[in-house]
């Protein structure tokens, strides 16, 4: 009778797992207890790790223990806020949600969670330690820039998803989610453009346009020709440097897209793609070193407008649309050529969808490796030489002379490797099994 009152829960734990739950819990919060340390917190590098344990050993044992140990959290957090309150120190807000945060990763962990515990204290450990650069970006937003970001999320938030899916009309060529999404694209890179430009100066222009072309380099280009012609041509070196990023970004981007999805066909592009590739990020390099710091500085101080223009996006969401449409037209009637026709209309539009369409296309056999590989290469000459379009807006002679110039070798680049590709291809079809598949005589 004694032992049914005095049972306790019985479980057996496989040991390997659970010290590896407990010891990705204690990692967690070892981390954000190390900022809090750094920062002279009464609550430091072992409480947070004694209260990421806690939250860790309570998932383990059940539901009703996962939330003792969060109550329990609770009040710690509380009676540390009552200890600053008698020392005149304040409360201890941020701290005390960062314990509650610790406890519920803690549980996570303990049930068997990895990647959504890691990845929510990595961002809490960030907010904790950008604590300065938050508050004084948020110190410094204007009504304005505020307007933008409630624009962009009814953007994204509330028009997509009332928006129908698939294609409409008596053909079935309008996708308006996807020429949406366009708008979307270029009004979030624009934004974000804004941010790392108003954060980090000239520097961020560089970021966006690298972080810009792994999206989409034609809309890049559009937002960084647009500051170049707001400026009056001061911001020209970091624009240019940002749009050499997004290029060479677009360039690699294509070419892991074709590795991931149909390898057969990056193989009979590799070529073209390693040339290009290696001639735009010598150009960035090159850039680097003669750059002009003075005027890297001066840049800093510039008061941008807005952070995205609403009618620059909608008219080239409307102009996707477009294009779309006569894609799917061109496809459906002229077979391969039309084909060749579409990846050029892409890389107008979008190359990774280009190239993403070619792959799908080449896995299910409707073209072969080796047309698949032309396609791409055609879809990222075509945004190369569609990019330096809106360059040539800014009426900039000098950053339109470097860039054309630039483009121009990023081209000759590829052109090569096509040439070597169909030197090198009889050799390389009689060493390696399986190559021939790339040609078209087995298409089916």
């Given at each position: ?11 057996q734990?496989?040991y390997?797992?659970v ?12 981390l ?19 209260i990421?344990?806690?939250g860790?050993m309570?998932g ?34 941020t ?15 303990g049930?068997g ?31 304005g ?10 953007l994204?938030?509330v028009i ?18 996807a ?14 453009n ?11 222009a ?15 280009v ?41 390898p ?5 592009s590799?070529a073209a793609?390693?040339?290009m ?31 995205f ?7 080239y969401?409307f ?24 990846s050029v209309?892409?890389g ?30 055609v ?5 190369v030489?569609f ?29 090569l ?22 040609g078209?005589s087995?298409?089916?």
């Amino acid at each position: 009778m004694l032992s049914e009152i005095t049972a306790l829960p019985n479980v057996q734990w496989p040991y390997v797992a659970v010290l590896v739950r407990l010891a990705l819990a204690l990692a967690l919060g070892l981390l954000i207890g190390l900022e809090r340390e750094r920062r002279g917190k009464e609550a430091g590098l072992r409480t947070f790790g004694f209260i990421s344990l806690m939250g860790a050993m309570s998932g383990s044992l059940g539901d009703n223990f996962a939330l003792l140990s969060l109550c329990m959290a609770g009040l710690l957090a509380i009676f540390l806020n009552v200890q600053t309150l008698r020392a005149n120190q304040g409360t201890e807000l941020t701290t005390s949600a960062a314990m509650l945060v610790t406890c519920l990763a803690g549980v996570l962990c303990g049930q068997g969670h990895t990647i959504t515990p890691a990845a929510v204290m990595v961002i809490a450990t960030a907010l904790l330690a950008w604590k300065e650069r938050l508050a004084g970006f948020s110190m410094g937003l204007t009504e304005g820039e505020l307007r933008s970001a409630l624009l962009l999320a009814i953007l994204a938030i509330v028009i997509y998803p009332a928006l129908p899916q698939g294609t409409i009309g008596p053909w079935q060529l309008i996708e308006p989610r996807a020429a949406w999404v366009t708008v979307i694209l270029i009004s979030g890179i624009g934004f974000v453009n804004y941010i790392l430009w108003k954060v980090y100066g000239a520097r961020g222009a560089e970021l966006s346009g690298f972080l810009g072309g792994l999206v989409n380099s034609n809309f890049t280009v559009i937002e960084l020709s647009t500051r170049v012609r707001e400026s009056q041509g001061r911001l020209l070196d970091p624009a240019y440097r940002g749009i050499l990023l997004a290029t060479t970004a677009m360039v690699a981007r294509n070419a892991g897209l074709l590795l991931i999805l149909a390898p057969l066909a990056l193989l009979s592009s590799l070529a073209a793609f390693l040339l290009m590739l290696l001639t735009g990020a010598a150009t960035v390099l090159l850039s680097y070193r003669l750059r002009d710091r003075a005027s890297a500085q001066e840049t800093t101080a510039i008061r941008l407008t807005l952070p995205f223009s609403l009618p620059v996006a909608l008219k080239y969401g409307f102009l996707f649309l477009l294009l779309h449409m006569l894609g799917n037209v061109m496809q459906r009637e002229f077979g391969e050529m039309g084909f060749y026709a579409v990846s050029v209309l892409g890389g107008l539009m979008s190359s990774a969808s280009a190239v993403a369409a070619a792959a799908n296309l080449a896995t299910q056999g409707a073209i072969s490796p080796l047309v698949a590989g032309n396609g791409a290469i055609v879809a990222s000459f075509t945004s190369v030489v569609f990019s330096l379009s809106f360059v040539l807006r800014t009426r900039n002679r000098a950053l339109v002379g470097k860039l054309a110039l630039v483009m121009l070798c990023i081209a000759a680049a590829g052109v090569l490797g096509v040439v070597a590709r169909e030197r090198l291809e009889p050799i390389v079809t009689r060493w390696i099994p399986g190559v021939q598949q790339l040609g078209p005589s087995n298409r089916p």
